[in-house]
């Protein structure tokens, strides 16, 4: 079975900073990563997506995130933050179950962006 | 419409009496899914409607929790006998195919609160 893994609940960082948030996974076959971002009072949208190829994946809003298989990692990284960017992340991965995808969300890391 | 919506936005119940949560889907997507987001514990994955295939239910936490797709569209989630645990925001998100590398759109959420 599948698990995903955020491994902090909450980042604080200062405007114009570099952020790393963590991601894990486990699961014994090939699967597809996102992360999503859910701003305050508003739904969850997808900020990017590793299918296949590049192991560097670029998403909105300046954020990237590197697939490495071999660490089962998707770390999602911003160069330099900006307020805006305050909000809940989440991790998620999609692995075939019966009949289909089934995806599994990480718990969510909240980003914190002070000035 | 133009994205996923649900109804209702807030619901208010008292411990004991059934809920239906609505969903209404992205025209056109034969995927949907449905999620509960609590406090601090990211997303939990409760069911998975793909086209006329048999829903992935592996996730609904007990018996009283049930859920419907009316002609491949509308989708109800229906809680029996709720329960204060069972307070939390539930939400829908639809893709265009069960395929795991497509994007999920996401409603705004129901918030229930059982008194």
């Known amino acids: 079975a599948q698990s995903v893994t955020q491994l902090d609940s909450q980042v604080p960082v200062f405007e114009e900073a570099p952020v790393e948030l963590r991601c894990n996974y486990s699961s014994s076959v090939s699967v597809y990563l996102f992360w999503y971002v859910q701003y305050p009072n508003q739904g969850l949208q997808l900020l990017l997506k590793?299918?296949?190829?590049?192991?560097l994946v670029k998403g909105i809003n300046g954020f990237e995130a590197e697939f490495n298989k071999s660490q089962t990692s998707f770390h999602l990284r911003k160069p330099s933050v900006h307020i805006s960017d305050t909000a809940e992340y989440f991790c998620a991965v999609s692995e075939t179950s019966a009949g289909g995808f089934k995806t599994i969300f990480g718990a969510g890391t909240r980003l914190f962006v002070k000035a | 419409g133009a994205g996923v919506s649900q109804s209702p936005s807030n619901k208010v119940t008292e411990k004991g009496k059934d809920v239906e949560l609505r969903c209404d889907p992205i025209s056109g997507h034969t995927a949907l899914y449905w999620y509960r987001q609590s406090l601090g514990q990211g997303l939990e994955f409760l069911i998975y409607?793909?086209?006329?295939?048999?829903?992935?239910k592996s996730g609904l936490p007990s018996d009283r929790f049930s859920a419907e797709r009316t002609g491949g569209s509308v989708s109800t989630l229906t809680i029996q006998r709720t329960q204060q645990e069972d307070s939390a925001v539930y939400l829908c998100?639809?893709?265009?195919?069960?395929?795991?590398?497509?994007?999920?759109?996401f409603g705004p959420g129901t918030r229930l609160t059982v008194l």
């Open positions: 409607f793909q086209g006329n295939s048999a829903p992935d």
């Open positions: 590793y299918l296949s190829g590049s192991t």
């Open positions: 998100a639809s893709s265009s195919s069960g395929e795991g590398y497509n994007e999920q759109f």
